[in-house]
C-alpha cells in the first residue's frame, strides 16, 4: 500500500492540535459530502479520503502509531510484540528476523484497507457519518428600478429550483446585500439550512439621481417664469409638489425639498430630501411680434 499523507489530505501541518484537526475534518466534510455533491464521483471520492485521514489522526492512539511507523501503523501492535524499533531499523538496514516491510507487503493488501477500518472503527465510522451539517449558503442577484426600491413589496423568487416570496424592504441600495436565513442549501443529516444573501441591482432613473438617501433632480424653467416668477408642478415619487419659483430666478438655482427624498431603510416614516435645480430653459421659435417685444426689450435694458 502507497503511503497516505493524512495531514495533507485535512489540509493541516504536522503539529495540529486535536482541535485543529477537528476544525479541518468538519470543514473539509462539509465540503465534499456527498449530499452536497451529488453524481460527483472526485467529491465522493475526496469525502472517503478525509473521513479515512481523520479516523486515523482524530483518534490520538493512532495518530501516535502512524506518526511512528507510516504507512503501516496498523501493524502497530505486531511490531510492538516483535520488538520491532522503526529508527533502529533505518540505522541497521539489516535486521533479522520478521521486517517492518514483511507486514506492509505480505500482511494486508489495498483492498484490505477499508475492512480493516470497518472491522475496527466501523462504530465510529457510523457515529461521525451522522454528524449534522448546516447547508451550503445560496447567492443570488435581484434587479430592481428606483421606483420599486422606493416602497415596500413583496417579490417572488426562484432560487435552486424552489419559489420562495419575500418582503423587500423600501429604501434598499444597490448593491445592498440581505440576508434571507434558512433559505439556503438544505442542512445534512438534520442539520440546519443554509441562508440566502441576495444582493440588489437598481437601476438608474432617468428623473432623478439618488445618493444615499437623498434624491436629485433638475427642472426646466421657463423664461417667463424665472423672469416674473409664479408656481410649477413637479413630479416626486410621492406624487406631484407645487413649487413657488421668485420672480428673477437664476439658472441653477438650487431648491431643497424636506421629506421628499428616498426613505430611509427600515425607519418607518423617515426620509431622506429632494434637491432640485433650476435650469432655464430659453424659447423657441419666436413670432414676428415675440421678437419685436425681446428687441424693446433689450433697447429698455441698454438704456438704463
Given at each position: 500500500m502507497d503511503y497516505i499523507d493524512y495531514y495533507k489530505t485535512l489540509e493541516i501541518t504536522k503539529s495540529a492540535t486535536e482541535a485543529e484537526i477537528k476544525k479541518a475534518y468538519r470543514k473539509l466534510a462539509r465540503k465534499y459530502h456527498p449530499d452536497l455533491n451529488p453524481n460527483d464521483k472526485e467529491a465522493e471520492k475526496k469525502f472517503k479520503e478525509i473521513n479515512e485521514a481523520n479516523e486515523v489522526l482524530g483518534n490520538p492512539e493512532n495518530r501516535k502509531k502512524y506518526d511512528k511507523y507510516g504507512k503501516d501503523w496498523k501493524h502497530a501492535d505486531e511490531f510492538e510484540k516483535a520488538g520491532y524499533n522503526p529508527n533502529q531499523q533505518q540505522r541497521s538496514g539489516?535486521?533479522?528476523?520478521?521486517?517492518?516491510?514483511?507486514?506492509?507487503?505480505?500482511?494486508f493488501s489495498e483492498s484490505d484497507f477499508s475492512d480493516f477500518f470497518n472491522s475496527m472503527y466501523g462504530s465510529a465510522r457510523s457515529s461521525r457519518s451522522q454528524s449534522k451539517y448546516r447547508g451550503q449558503d445560496f447567492n443570488?442577484?435581484?434587479?430592481?428600478?428606483?421606483?420599486?426600491a422606493y416602497t415596500t413589496h413583496k417579490q417572488n423568487l426562484t432560487v435552486n429550483g424552489k419559489n420562495i416570496r419575500i418582503t423587500i424592504p423600501a429604501g434598499v441600495e444597490n448593491g445592498q446585500i440581505i440576508k434571507i436565513p434558512g433559505h439556503g442549501g438544505p442542512g445534512v443529516n438534520g442539520g440546519p439550512n443554509g441562508d440566502l444573501y441576495i444582493t440588489f441591482?437598481?437601476?438608474?432613473?432617468?428623473?432623478?439621481?439618488?445618493?444615499?438617501?437623498?434624491?436629485y433632480a433638475e427642472i426646466n424653467l421657463d423664461l417667463y417664469t424665472a423672469i416674473l416668477g409664479g408656481e410649477i408642478y413637479i413630479n416626486t415619487f410621492d406624487g406631484k409638489v407645487k413649487i413657488k419659483v421668485p420672480p428673477e430666478t437664476q439658472t441653477g438655482t438650487k431648491v431643497k425639498l424636506k421629506g421628499k427624498g428616498f426613505p430611509v431603510y427600515k425607519k418607518?416614516?423617515?426620509?431622506?430630501?429632494?434637491?432640485?435645480?433650476?435650469?432655464?430653459?430659453?424659447?423657441?421659435?419666436?413670432?414676428?411680434?415675440?421678437?419685436?417685444l425681446f428687441e424693446e426689450l433689450a433697447k429698455i435694458r441698454n438704456h438704463e
Amino acid at each position: 500500500m502507497d503511503y497516505i499523507d493524512y495531514y495533507k489530505t485535512l489540509e493541516i501541518t504536522k503539529s495540529a492540535t486535536e482541535a485543529e484537526i477537528k476544525k479541518a475534518y468538519r470543514k473539509l466534510a462539509r465540503k465534499y459530502h456527498p449530499d452536497l455533491n451529488p453524481n460527483d464521483k472526485e467529491a465522493e471520492k475526496k469525502f472517503k479520503e478525509i473521513n479515512e485521514a481523520n479516523e486515523v489522526l482524530g483518534n490520538p492512539e493512532n495518530r501516535k502509531k502512524y506518526d511512528k511507523y507510516g504507512k503501516d501503523w496498523k501493524h502497530a501492535d505486531e511490531f510492538e510484540k516483535a520488538g520491532y524499533n522503526p529508527n533502529q531499523q533505518q540505522r541497521s538496514g539489516q535486521q533479522s528476523g520478521r521486517g517492518f516491510s514483511d507486514f506492509s507487503s505480505g500482511d494486508f493488501s489495498e483492498s484490505d484497507f477499508s475492512d480493516f477500518f470497518n472491522s475496527m472503527y466501523g462504530s465510529a465510522r457510523s457515529s461521525r457519518s451522522q454528524s449534522k451539517y448546516r447547508g451550503q449558503d445560496f447567492n443570488a442577484e435581484l434587479e430592481l428600478d428606483l421606483v420599486s426600491a422606493y416602497t415596500t413589496h413583496k417579490q417572488n423568487l426562484t432560487v435552486n429550483g424552489k419559489n420562495i416570496r419575500i418582503t423587500i424592504p423600501a429604501g434598499v441600495e444597490n448593491g445592498q446585500i440581505i440576508k434571507i436565513p434558512g433559505h439556503g442549501g438544505p442542512g445534512v443529516n438534520g442539520g440546519p439550512n443554509g441562508d440566502l444573501y441576495i444582493t440588489f441591482l437598481i437601476a438608474n432613473n432617468p428623473d432623478f439621481k439618488r445618493e444615499g438617501n437623498n434624491l436629485y433632480a433638475e427642472i426646466n424653467l421657463d423664461l417667463y417664469t424665472a423672469i416674473l416668477g409664479g408656481e410649477i408642478y413637479i413630479n416626486t415619487f410621492d406624487g406631484k409638489v407645487k413649487i413657488k419659483v421668485p420672480p428673477e430666478t437664476q439658472t441653477g438655482t438650487k431648491v431643497k425639498l424636506k421629506g421628499k427624498g428616498f426613505p430611509v431603510y427600515k425607519k418607518e416614516n423617515q426620509f431622506g430630501d429632494l434637491y432640485v435645480t433650476y435650469t432655464l430653459k430659453i424659447p423657441t421659435k419666436l413670432s414676428v411680434k415675440e421678437k419685436e417685444l425681446f428687441e424693446e426689450l433689450a433697447k429698455i435694458r441698454n438704456h438704463e
